[in-house]
Nanobody, 127 residues
Framework: QKQLVESGGGLVQAGGSLRLSCVVSRGSTSSYHMAWFRQPPGKEREFVAA????????DYADSVKGQFTIYRDDAKNTVYLQMNSLKPEDTAVYYC????????????????????WGQGTQVTVSS
């Protein structure tokens, strides 16, 4: 069974940076569109960033454009989320997700399109 394992979360002061990692086991990231979602306390899960299977296209939520960067290292079966200039409102549980590349990347914002999910990693930004 495929597994996605996130790491890199933690407590950081506002203005700081974190890099989240998501390792795909029993498979290759090049077979999937990859994405990050987050769930702030008491709120619904929301889209953060996505990368098409080839890595040629990346998309971001308006709230993180210019602040977060998604990138992948297919040789390591790993996708990353570099988060800079963190704000308290970025506090959330961050989830990695994978969608098989046979499906349309145009649905990258829709959580229900992703079949595989990680367990989540907590990011807390203090003011």
């Amino acid at each position: 069974q495929k597994q996605l394992v996130e790491s890199g979360g933690g407590l950081v002061q506002a203005g700081g940076s974190l890099r989240l990692s998501c390792v795909v086991s029993r498979g290759s990231t090049s077979s999937y569109h990859m994405a990050w979602f987050r769930q702030p306390p008491g709120k619904e899960r929301e889209f953060v960033a996505a990368s098409s299977w080839s890595g040629s296209t990346s998309d971001y939520a308006d709230s993180v454009k210019g602040q977060f960067t998604i990138y992948r290292d297919d040789a390591k079966n790993t996708v990353y989320l570099q988060m800079n200039s963190l704000k308290p409102e970025d506090t959330a549980v961050y989830y990695c997700a994978a969608m098989e590349r046979q499906y349309s990347y145009s649905n990258y914002k829709i959580a229900g399109q992703y079949f595989y999910w990680g367990q989540g990693t907590q990011v807390t930004v203090s003011s």
